[in-house]
């Protein structure tokens, strides 16, 4: 789930350039910035590089009680659905006098996610049928927070931009009981 998300946002970002700046490669990479040796990633030099920086459960919406209806007023227990947060990271790692063309990139890609706050994936495009939809929110670091990111990273500042990407999850887990309807009561009943 979390693979196909980050390159379907690859995906529809680097179309998104090649539509507004008349591209004939693809600008956006899902990679590593850092090896974990500590060696520089192949291939993202003068790319725009989209990256996880963590995964945590959308806690707000965890008091879900995994019970609903079914066809003839019967009752479906299941686990309740998972909710996701993925804080990903664009930054742009362009050298030299393409640096200015990277900032151009990344001011393409804030001016996406506030136009296109939510996102509804087609089950079409590879997506799995239980995501729902997908919403962007701009996260705001302070420079502690970043020097903090970017140390743990291994890599040197460069022009980046963080979102908080809340996942829907649809409930499409097995059902573990089923609880029949009430169909009637027994009136003679006696002590």
């Known amino acids: 789930m979390i693979d196909i998300t980050l390159t379907y946002l690859r995906d529809l970002l680097n179309q998104h350039l090649k539509n507004n700046f008349a591209l004939t490669e693809n600008k956006v990479v899902l990679s590593n910035l850092v090896e974990n040796d500590g060696s520089s990633s192949r291939d993202v030099e003068d790319k725009v590089v989209l990256f996880l920086i963590q995964l945590d459960e959308e806690t707000s919406l965890k008091n ?21 947060n993925l804080h990903i990271f664009f930054c742009t790692n362009f050298k030299g006098q393409n640096y200015v063309e990277g900032l151009n990139y990344l ?34 670091l302070d420079y502690d927070q ?20 809340g996942i829907v999850v649809m409930d499409d887990s097995p059902i573990k009981k089923v609880t029949p309807a009430i169909s009637g009561t027994d009136e003679n009943v006696t002590n």
Request: charged content about 15%; hydrophobic content about 40%; glycine content about 10%.
């Open 146 to 165: 970043m020097s903090n990111i970017w140390s743990s990273i291994g890599a040197k500042l460069l022009p980046s931009v963080m979102y908080k990407v």
């Open 64 to 84: 879900s009680t995994g019970r609903g209806g079914m066809t003839g007023g019967a009752f479906a227990e299941r686990n309740p659905p998972l909710f996701l």
């Open 107 to 140: 001011s393409a890609i804030i001016r996406y996610f506030q136009q296109n706050r939510i996102l509804v994936p087609s089950a079409s495009l590879g997506f799995s049928k239980s995501i729902e939809k997908l919403s962007f929110e701009l996260c705001k």
